[in-house]
């Protein structure tokens, strides 16, 4: 035969000592949830602390300058003319690259990427254009405005027909742009 005890004849001292105990180890699993602790889900992207000076006027390079094709002409798009200017602030890059003004964010060392992406929709053309530029400063990185500097990468545009999702125009060339 068992014979329990009614919850009410529990003690609740020992209910009163547990709660903190429980609430402690329910924060600390929940440490970077939102309760305080600013690395994980941090939503500001570090600073450029080492190899940042990128920021000037670069001459740009295509590997390949043919004309892009029939579509991409008639669409009045082709390859990016002109140099590339960056400017820099903390680890915010804003690049005038062709007619186009993109931005991201830069680290420095030791991954020296730089990964610019856009989309946009143009209503008189009835068509998508997204823009990628996937790229790298070449090592070493720049620790001055007057040091030497490489970027390669590679300059992706695509136009997809805002009506029947087929695409109207791509240029996908890589590049070296020098300061």
């Known amino acids: 035969m068992h014979i329990g005890s009614p919850r009410s004849a529990r003690s609740p001292k020992a209910v009163t000592f ?85 931005s991201a964010y830069y680290e420095g060392e030791p991954a020296r990427r730089l990964y610019f992406s856009t989309a946009q929709y143009l209503t008189e053309k009835k068509v998508r254009r997204t823009i990628l530029i996937d790229s790298t400063v070449a090592a070493p990185s720049p620790r001055s405005d007057t040091d030497r500097s490489v970027i390669e990468g590679t300059y992706d545009l695509e136009l997809l027909s805002s009506e029947d999702n087929s695409v109207k125009c791509h240029i996908k060339r890589n590049f070296t742009a020098t300061r």
């Open 18 to 102: 547990l709660r903190i105990p429980v609430l402690l180890a329910v924060g600390m699993m929940t440490m970077g949830s939102g309760m305080g602790n600013p690395g994980c889900g941090s939503s500001s992207p570090p600073d450029c602390e080492e190899g940042c000076a990128i920021a000037g006027t670069y001459t740009l390079q295509f590997a390949d300058s043919s004309p892009p094709g029939e579509g991409c002409e008639a669409l009045g798009f082709g390859l990016p003319q002109g140099p590339l200017v960056l400017t820099l602030s903390d680890s915010y890059v804003t690049a005038k690259f062709g007619d186009e003004t993109l």
